[in-house]
């Protein structure tokens, strides 16, 4: 009290102060140097040894917290698989426009068929499936079933080739080849392990030992790439060496493709001759289009909306995760909320924020009684009592959550009880585990001492003089407490509520514990999507807005109470 | 000690104990009675039990055993929302939440009077401790001496016909808290209320009072104005509690009437006023009050004792000199002198005779 009454007499002797230095320019230190900047310089050194005392914590909390959660909420918008996994196809699929209600080009199904077939090779096609899925239904069995059966095509085509040339099949004779002679063109294969790269997470550096010619990569781009996919692969995935290894399936398919529209007369490089023979052969040789075999392999390859939907979550970033976390969709038509019978979040976030209100207030009926004779027991008793507060805190959490269900279950102590007394008939036993009701009363149990202690420091400061004062002023019991100490223990109020309320709307064991399906949080769903769906982005989505409703609170308590006015002890 | 319930008191505490444990008695057989209109002091060093009465007189404490009247009723049941009595809190205790204008209508408002009522009420009490500008302040935006005038309105917004103070002025600086003595009586005497006020500083009781009972153990050593108290005191504990005081100890040679011969240890004679010696043989201690040692044999009555003093100290105040004597033996018998023209600067380690009339010197019990 005594130091906000000098605040009035302060304040005016630094107006006075300001006046003065507004006339003769800044206050200068004996040495002439501006007073604020030497005043800098001395404080520097102590605010560099506070720094120092507090930057083994800092840098702690930064690596092992802040940028893990940093990096999980980013993966809420991240959505480079689908790029990463067909980069070619996602380009490809540009000029595509899915109005149209007809299926991509063939050119498209092309480059689907080898982005796929490369990632089927390093197992990165089941993971897009998933990712897609999320999306659309389904798409997760089309790429698992697909991608088992991108050899079959191949093996025809190499049958055929066999018939022409014995050594279509043989991995030297590949290698001598693709590397042709003249002027080499690392930057394909260079391209191709980039690619490769992006697609699995991993550098993978090291000497792939194949370069293509550039007269070859002219001549058979499509097979090139395909072959450089495979060599890649080999040599820095396996670690073989690529003239050993027979070529993948892919290849045949290239080449087929590429001996079309190639003019192999011209050519002198190594095995030209084969390679004329190939085309020779190449009428007699029957060749599957890749939109019929795709669409073999399952009817829905032809579906557009498939291929809408791989168009639309082609971009590295996606809002589609947080339209999912509230119910809404990212469709190639726009947005749109999702069908009734698959909106769940909303409902979950009101749930939570309803149920966290319910607790907070149980928090406040419970604890305020309690603070209040804490700070008014003669201090032998408080101390007894405070031991009492603090109990649960020396209990484990899933003990206390365990006793509940004890406690509250149909054959339960209290059910047991009320069935004894007479109140409850035993056909009837009241439910109190798995829904709503078991979860609030765990929580408030949990959460109690968090009201409690706040409570307790700030009624602590409110002198008894206060009501013995209103009384002699002629207010009766209640009105003293009602006009004169509740007012002043309001910020306590306010404190535990914000504690209370902000740990229960993040909780989840107890819920998920005591809860049921009536009486879970978001916080379980989180869980579940980081830890059993493995959808991580939406997971990451909920947990983002999960955040946001907690500074929006806290911002609109700042507002509202003033942090200021808030005492935690 | 003054036991006088005549049925003209206003406030009356009759055969009140107060004990808190059971074992060990706070306020020992309390008998004390007030008329209506008086300005009461309790003084007394702490743990006399003199907040303890004025708690009980509140009501935040229940006697254990006597009765307490207000205006003829015993008050112990009543509780003290209804006693209507006002009080003044050592930290005053305005409410930190509301401002002036609120903590002073509260009072008022619980009485359910009128808005309109209630404001002129309020200004009224604002006005009358001169802070009629700072209805809209926050207690924590006044300085302590403001917040004291704040805390005397609202006690007395209300009109009771009682108002309780209990160290109000503990909190402010010297000066502050003299021109609060001098407000505070003003307003007292001014709107006739009867006021019971806990202090244990005996300058603020003796300026303040029109009578103060001094408490020691539990029980009221004194009640008297502040003159009598101050001159004759009724107790050696009285008599070292209010302001200074010389004591020297003997024995009772003899007694004839008001005056007694008293025998120090020292061997040396001297007369005295005989007020709780009975016979001759008691063992005393006489106290004289600095300002009434005369070293100046003239103003003497003839046949006077005088006593041989050596000057320890002499210690110019201004408007005073004070004498450090040794005296019988003891060496902090202290003189106090008016600086006038003629009076003589005396230097350490003269030596002068001193002396005093009977009735200033008071032979109390030992």
Redesign the interface.
């Given at each position: 009290?005594?130091d906000?009454?000098q605040t009035?007499p302060i304040d005016m002797g630094n107006s006075a102060a300001n006046d003065t230095a507004e006339k003769k320019g800044p206050m200068l230190a004996a040495d002439g140097t501006p007073l604020k900047r030497s005043l800098n310089r001395a404080l520097r050194r102590q605010k560099l040894r506070a720094l120092a005392l507090i930057a083994p914590l800092l840098i702690f909390v930064l690596l092992t917290f802040i940028a893990p959660i940093a990096d999980m909420l980013f993966r809420s918008v991240e959505n480079d698989i689908v790029s990463n996994t067909l980069p070619t196809t996602t380009e490809a699929l540009e000029g595509w426009d899915h109005t149209t209600g007809e299926p991509p080009s063939e050119a498209v199904f092309e480059d689907f068929y080898f982005d796929l077939f490369l990632a089927s090779e390093a197992k990165e096609h089941t993971k897009l499936g998933t990712r897609l899925n999320y999306e659309k239904t389904g798409v997760s069995s089309m790429f698992r079933s697909t991608g088992r059966g991108l050899d079959d095509i191949g093996d025809d085509y190499l049958d055929a080739l066999e018939e022409t040339d014995e050594r279509w099949g043989d991995g030297d004779f590949w290698y001598a080849l693709m590397s042709g002679t003249g002027t080499s063109a690392p930057e394909v294969v260079e391209a191709r392990r980039k690619a490769l790269a992006r697609m699995s997470g991993d550098s993978l550096s090291g000497d792939v030992g194949f370069a293509p010619s550039n007269s070859i990569a002219t001549l058979l781009p499509t097979t090139v790439r395909a072959y450089s996919d495979f060599a890649v692969y080999t040599a820095l995935v396996d670690g073989d060496v690529v003239a050993e290894e027979d070529p993948w399936e892919s290849v045949y398919v290239g080449l087929i493709s590429d001996l079309e529209e190639a003019n192999v007369d011209g050519y002198t490089g190594p095995e030209a001759d084969a390679l004329k023979a190939a085309k020779a052969a190449l009428p007699g040789i029957e060749q599957v289009s890749l939109k019929s075999f795709f669409q073999s392999e399952d009817k829905d390859w032809v579906d557009p909306s498939v291929w809408a939907t791989i168009q639309t979550y082609s971009p590295k970033y996606t809002s589609g995760y947080f339209l999912n976390a509230i119910d809404m969709q990212l469709t190639p038509d726009g947005i749109e909320m999702r069908p009734e019978n698959q909106q769940i979040y909303i409902m979950l976030f009101k749930r939570t924020l309803f149920m966290s209100m319910m607790i907070m207030g149980s928090c406040i009926l419970l604890g305020y009684p309690v603070a209040w004779l804490l700070a008014n027991l003669p201090s032998k008793s408080a101390n007894l009592l405070m031991i009492l507060v603090l109990l649960p805190f020396w209990t484990s959490l899933l003990v206390r959550t365990s006793a509940w269900k004890v406690m509250l279950q149909q054959q339960g102590v209290i059910n047991d009880v009320l069935v004894w007394l007479g109140l409850v008939s035993d056909g009837d036993r009241l439910v109190m585990i798995n829904n709503q009701f078991g979860t609030i009363v765990a929580m408030t149990h949990i959460l109690l001492p968090f009201m409690i202690l706040p409570l307790y420091s700030v009624m602590q400061t409110i002198?008894p003089?206060?009501l013995?004062?209103?009384?002699?002023?002629?207010?009766?019991?209640w009105?003293?407490f009602w006009?004169?100490y509740f007012?002043?223990s309001v910020p306590g109020i306010g404190a535990g509520s914000i504690l209370v309320f902000i740990l229960s709307i993040g909780y989840y064991i107890t819920p998920e514990i005591v809860g049921g399906t009536t009486g879970t949080f978001i916080s379980n769903r989180i869980a579940y999507h980081i830890s059993s769906s493995l959808n991580w982005g939406l997971g990451a989505a909920l947990g983002a807005i999960l955040l946001a409703c907690v500074l929006i609170l806290y911002w609109a308590y700042d507002r509202i109470v003033g942090i200021d006015n808030v005492k935690l002890g | 000690m003054a036991s006088t319930s005549d049925s003209e008191a206003f406030v009356a505490f009759e055969r009140v104990q107060k004990s808190y444990d059971g074992e060990t008695l706070v306020v020992k057989d309390l008998n004390l009675s007030m008329p209506k209109g008086e300005f009461l002091t309790m003084l007394g060093p702490s743990g006399s039990g003199k907040t303890t009465c004025l708690m009980m007189l509140a009501g935040f404490e229940t006697a254990t055993h006597g009765e307490i009247m207000l205006d003829g009723t015993p008050i112990n049941n009543i509780p003290p929302h209804k006693r209507g009595i006002g009080m003044v809190f050592q930290n005053y205790a305005l409410f930190p939440h509301m401002t002036v204008g609120e903590n002073l209508s509260f009072p008022l408002e619980v009485r359910k009077i009128g808005k309109s009522e209630r404001e002129k009420k309020v200004m009224r009490a604002l006005d009358m401790v001169q802070m009629g500008d700072f209805a809209n302040r926050r207690p924590a935006q006044l300085s302590g001496g403001q917040q004291q005038r704040i805390a005397l309105a609202r006690a007395l917004v209300f009109e009771p016909e009682l108002v309780l103070m209990d160290e109000p002025l503990g909190a402010l600086d010297k000066q502050l808290r003299e021109h609060m003595q001098f407000e505070i009586t003003r307003l007292a005497h001014e709107l006739g209320i009867t006021t019971v006020y806990v202090t244990h500083d005996q300058t603020e009781a003796l300026t303040m009072s029109d009578r103060v009972a001094v408490f020691n153990d539990g029980r009221i050593q004194q009640l008297a104005p502040p003159d009598t108290l101050y001159e004759e005191p009724e107790n050696s504990f009285v008599a070292q509690f209010i302001g200074e005081n010389n004591t020297l100890e003997g024995t009772v040679k003899e007694i004839s009437g008001k005056t007694c011969t008293v025998q120090l240890d020292g061997g040396e004679l001297i007369s005295a006023r005989p007020i709780n010696v009975t016979k001759p043989g008691d063992r005393t201690r006489v106290s004289i009050r600095p300002e009434r040692v005369e070293m100046n044999k003239e103003r003497l009555q003839e046949g006077a004792h005088l006593l041989k003093a050596e000057v320890m100290e002499f210690i110019y105040m201004g408007d005073i000199f004070r004498t450090r004597l040794r005296v019988a033996g003891r060496d902090d018998f202290i003189v106090k002198t008016r600086n006038a023209p003629d009076q003589v600067r005396l230097k350490r380690g003269e030596t002068v005779e001193i002396g005093w009339l009977p009735e200033d010197c008071r032979a109390l019990e030992a």
């Amino acid at each position: 009290m005594s130091d906000t009454t000098q605040t009035g007499p302060i304040d005016m002797g630094n107006s006075a102060a300001n006046d003065t230095a507004e006339k003769k320019g800044p206050m200068l230190a004996a040495d002439g140097t501006p007073l604020k900047r030497s005043l800098n310089r001395a404080l520097r050194r102590q605010k560099l040894r506070a720094l120092a005392l507090i930057a083994p914590l800092l840098i702690f909390v930064l690596l092992t917290f802040i940028a893990p959660i940093a990096d999980m909420l980013f993966r809420s918008v991240e959505n480079d698989i689908v790029s990463n996994t067909l980069p070619t196809t996602t380009e490809a699929l540009e000029g595509w426009d899915h109005t149209t209600g007809e299926p991509p080009s063939e050119a498209v199904f092309e480059d689907f068929y080898f982005d796929l077939f490369l990632a089927s090779e390093a197992k990165e096609h089941t993971k897009l499936g998933t990712r897609l899925n999320y999306e659309k239904t389904g798409v997760s069995s089309m790429f698992r079933s697909t991608g088992r059966g991108l050899d079959d095509i191949g093996d025809d085509y190499l049958d055929a080739l066999e018939e022409t040339d014995e050594r279509w099949g043989d991995g030297d004779f590949w290698y001598a080849l693709m590397s042709g002679t003249g002027t080499s063109a690392p930057e394909v294969v260079e391209a191709r392990r980039k690619a490769l790269a992006r697609m699995s997470g991993d550098s993978l550096s090291g000497d792939v030992g194949f370069a293509p010619s550039n007269s070859i990569a002219t001549l058979l781009p499509t097979t090139v790439r395909a072959y450089s996919d495979f060599a890649v692969y080999t040599a820095l995935v396996d670690g073989d060496v690529v003239a050993e290894e027979d070529p993948w399936e892919s290849v045949y398919v290239g080449l087929i493709s590429d001996l079309e529209e190639a003019n192999v007369d011209g050519y002198t490089g190594p095995e030209a001759d084969a390679l004329k023979a190939a085309k020779a052969a190449l009428p007699g040789i029957e060749q599957v289009s890749l939109k019929s075999f795709f669409q073999s392999e399952d009817k829905d390859w032809v579906d557009p909306s498939v291929w809408a939907t791989i168009q639309t979550y082609s971009p590295k970033y996606t809002s589609g995760y947080f339209l999912n976390a509230i119910d809404m969709q990212l469709t190639p038509d726009g947005i749109e909320m999702r069908p009734e019978n698959q909106q769940i979040y909303i409902m979950l976030f009101k749930r939570t924020l309803f149920m966290s209100m319910m607790i907070m207030g149980s928090c406040i009926l419970l604890g305020y009684p309690v603070a209040w004779l804490l700070a008014n027991l003669p201090s032998k008793s408080a101390n007894l009592l405070m031991i009492l507060v603090l109990l649960p805190f020396w209990t484990s959490l899933l003990v206390r959550t365990s006793a509940w269900k004890v406690m509250l279950q149909q054959q339960g102590v209290i059910n047991d009880v009320l069935v004894w007394l007479g109140l409850v008939s035993d056909g009837d036993r009241l439910v109190m585990i798995n829904n709503q009701f078991g979860t609030i009363v765990a929580m408030t149990h949990i959460l109690l001492p968090f009201m409690i202690l706040p409570l307790y420091s700030v009624m602590q400061t409110i002198p008894p003089t206060y009501l013995r004062a209103a009384k002699s002023l002629g207010a009766t019991n209640w009105t003293a407490f009602w006009r004169v100490y509740f007012p002043q223990s309001v910020p306590g109020i306010g404190a535990g509520s914000i504690l209370v309320f902000i740990l229960s709307i993040g909780y989840y064991i107890t819920p998920e514990i005591v809860g049921g399906t009536t009486g879970t949080f978001i916080s379980n769903r989180i869980a579940y999507h980081i830890s059993s769906s493995l959808n991580w982005g939406l997971g990451a989505a909920l947990g983002a807005i999960l955040l946001a409703c907690v500074l929006i609170l806290y911002w609109a308590y700042d507002r509202i109470v003033g942090i200021d006015n808030v005492k935690l002890g | 000690m003054a036991s006088t319930s005549d049925s003209e008191a206003f406030v009356a505490f009759e055969r009140v104990q107060k004990s808190y444990d059971g074992e060990t008695l706070v306020v020992k057989d309390l008998n004390l009675s007030m008329p209506k209109g008086e300005f009461l002091t309790m003084l007394g060093p702490s743990g006399s039990g003199k907040t303890t009465c004025l708690m009980m007189l509140a009501g935040f404490e229940t006697a254990t055993h006597g009765e307490i009247m207000l205006d003829g009723t015993p008050i112990n049941n009543i509780p003290p929302h209804k006693r209507g009595i006002g009080m003044v809190f050592q930290n005053y205790a305005l409410f930190p939440h509301m401002t002036v204008g609120e903590n002073l209508s509260f009072p008022l408002e619980v009485r359910k009077i009128g808005k309109s009522e209630r404001e002129k009420k309020v200004m009224r009490a604002l006005d009358m401790v001169q802070m009629g500008d700072f209805a809209n302040r926050r207690p924590a935006q006044l300085s302590g001496g403001q917040q004291q005038r704040i805390a005397l309105a609202r006690a007395l917004v209300f009109e009771p016909e009682l108002v309780l103070m209990d160290e109000p002025l503990g909190a402010l600086d010297k000066q502050l808290r003299e021109h609060m003595q001098f407000e505070i009586t003003r307003l007292a005497h001014e709107l006739g209320i009867t006021t019971v006020y806990v202090t244990h500083d005996q300058t603020e009781a003796l300026t303040m009072s029109d009578r103060v009972a001094v408490f020691n153990d539990g029980r009221i050593q004194q009640l008297a104005p502040p003159d009598t108290l101050y001159e004759e005191p009724e107790n050696s504990f009285v008599a070292q509690f209010i302001g200074e005081n010389n004591t020297l100890e003997g024995t009772v040679k003899e007694i004839s009437g008001k005056t007694c011969t008293v025998q120090l240890d020292g061997g040396e004679l001297i007369s005295a006023r005989p007020i709780n010696v009975t016979k001759p043989g008691d063992r005393t201690r006489v106290s004289i009050r600095p300002e009434r040692v005369e070293m100046n044999k003239e103003r003497l009555q003839e046949g006077a004792h005088l006593l041989k003093a050596e000057v320890m100290e002499f210690i110019y105040m201004g408007d005073i000199f004070r004498t450090r004597l040794r005296v019988a033996g003891r060496d902090d018998f202290i003189v106090k002198t008016r600086n006038a023209p003629d009076q003589v600067r005396l230097k350490r380690g003269e030596t002068v005779e001193i002396g005093w009339l009977p009735e200033d010197c008071r032979a109390l019990e030992a």
